[in-house]
């Protein structure tokens, strides 16, 4: 049986199964194998294999954002919209057959925004490109989920679905847990909470599925039975995501505000160029870019050229943001502070 016939069969039995006190320990069991099982899918089967055509860009810019979606929602007439890049649209699927790179220029800073080819249903598990599309995504900073208005929200649960089975959580922080392992003493477990989503005897049967019987727990939050499988893995990507809600031309008014007032969503046309300049705000917004300015001794700063960085970079990602070797030899700075709050995008 094959991986993708044993993630199915646990899918089913979890399914079938009813979640109760009595079952809740069966279940942590297969949500550990699932875990396993999807996390040995994303491996590459061999070390040698060609790498997929166009996927391998270069990231350049100050930051990255993906740019996933259906087939056939608009990801190429927005890329061709808010950069220089001509990217090919058309009426029909699967126009886009690789990853195409443009730049947004905007407040100083640039963004390369890549659009992937569309995603299908089952891309987690390697259909129509997908895992080259998802293992893409987790190279960037933020990522724009790009939605078709006049269709279900249906499209937005399949793709969520899809990129939780890679390993990317949306909007979410990494668990404040820390997990360490050892090679005698046993199991430690402490928590600073109540935990009212999973238990401690929960926690140690999914530790013994993954043959972790040396390992100091601590946990600082009341997570849940997957959540911690996620600190185990120690592989998650947590991202900022903005669900775009493209031809919102093509509906009535009261759908438009049912849209808009969902979390992290936003609505565009770009038939009409309806919206695009608040998408570039709210793309800043999440990226969280902080612009610094250099200066010589005695000369006003150039103002035109920053270094930008994500909020909360070192010293020495300044450094490295000016010149690789700069770090090697700096000594000590100067600096003014100009202190920018960042609005809440939920």
Same mark, same amino acid.
């Given at each position: 049986?094959g991986?993708?016939?044993?993630?199915?069969?646990?899918?089913?039995?979890?399914?079938? $199964?009813?979640?109760?006190?009595a079952t809740?320990?069966?279940?942590?069991?297969?949500?550990?194998?699932?875990a +396993?099982y999807?996390?040995?899918?994303?491996e590459?089967?061999s070390?040698?294999?060609?790498?997929?055509?166009?996927?391998d860009?270069?990231?350049?810019?100050?930051?990255?954002?993906?740019?996933?979606?259906?087939?056939?929602v608009?990801?190429?007439?927005?890329?061709s919209?808010?950069?220089?890049?001509?990217?090919?649209?058309a009426?029909y699927?699967f126009t886009?057959l690789?990853?195409?790179?443009?730049?947004?220029?905007?407040?100083?800073?640039?963004?390369?925004?890549?659009?992937?080819?569309?995603? =299908?249903?089952?891309? #987690?598990?390697? +259909?129509?490109?997908? +895992?080259?599309v998802?293992? $893409?995504?987790?190279?960037?900073?933020?990522?724009?989920?790009?939605?078709?208005?006049?269709?279900?929200?249906?499209?937005?649960?399949l793709?969520?679905?899809e990129?939780?089975?890679?390993?990317?959580?949306?909007?979410? #922080?990494?668990?404040?847990?820390?997990?360490?392992? +050892?090679?005698?003493?046993?199991?430690?477990f402490?928590t600073? =909470?109540?935990?009212?989503?999973?238990?401690?005897?929960t926690?140690?049967?999914i530790?013994?599925?993954?043959?972790?019987?040396?390992?100091?727990?601590l946990?600082?939050?009341?997570? $849940?039975?997957?959540?911690?499988?996620?600190?185990?893995?120690?592989?998650?990507?947590?991202?900022?995501?903005?669900?775009?809600?493209?031809?919102?031309?093509a509906i009535s008014?009261?759908?438009?505000?049912?849209?808009a007032?969902?979390?992290? #969503?936003?609505?565009?046309?770009?038939?009409?160029?309806?919206?695009?300049?608040?998408?570039i705000?709210?793309?800043?917004?999440?990226?969280?870019l902080?612009?610094?300015?250099?200066?010589?001794?005695?000369?006003?700063?150039?103002?035109d050229?920053p270094?930008c960085?994500?909020?909360?970079? $070192?010293i020495?990602?300044?450094?490295?943001?000016?010149?690789?070797s700069?770090?090697?030899n700096?000594?000590?700075?100067?600096?003014?502070?100009?202190?920018?709050?960042?609005?809440?995008?939920?």
């Open positions: 049986m991986i993708v016939e044993k993630i199915k069969e646990i899918e089913e039995e979890m399914a079938r $199964t009813q979640k109760n006190k809740e320990y069966h279940l942590g069991l297969l949500k550990a194998k699932l +396993r999807r996390t040995q899918l994303l590459p089967t070390k040698s294999g060609p790498a997929g055509t166009g996927f860009v270069q990231k350049s810019g100050d930051a990255r954002v993906a740019l996933i979606g259906f087939p056939s608009g990801k190429s007439t927005l890329l919209k808010v950069t220089h890049t001509a990217s090919e649209a009426a699927e886009t690789t990853a195409i790179p443009g730049v947004i220029e905007y407040k100083g800073a640039r963004i390369q925004l890549l659009d992937l080819p569309g995603i =299908v249903e089952g891309a #987690s598990q390697g +259909r129509g490109r997908g +895992r080259q998802v293992s $893409t995504a987790k190279t960037a900073d933020v990522i724009l989920i790009m939605l078709d208005a006049t269709k279900s929200d249906e499209q937005r649960r793709l969520e679905y990129l939780d089975a890679v390993g990317i959580r949306l909007n979410k #922080s990494k668990p404040d847990v820390v997990f360490k392992k +050892r090679t005698t003493g046993g199991i430690t402490n600073t =909470v109540k935990l009212t989503k999973t238990d401690e005897k926690i140690r049967t530790l013994a599925g993954y043959k972790l019987h040396n390992c100091d727990i946990i600082r939050e009341d997570i $849940t039975t997957d959540e911690f499988i996620d600190v185990l893995i120690g592989t998650r990507k947590y991202m900022p995501c903005l669900y775009v809600y493209n031809k919102v031309d008014l009261e759908q438009v505000d049912k849209i007032r969902q979390p992290h #969503s936003l609505v565009i046309s770009c038939e009409m160029d309806l919206n695009l300049d608040y998408l705000d709210r793309i800043w917004e999440e990226l969280r902080v612009k610094i300015y250099t200066k010589k001794r005695g000369v006003h700063p150039d103002l050229d270094v960085l994500r909020k909360g970079a $070192t020495e990602d300044v450094c490295n943001g000016i010149h690789r700069l770090a090697d700096f000594k000590y700075g100067l600096g003014q502070l100009q202190l920018t709050t960042f609005k809440d995008s939920s």
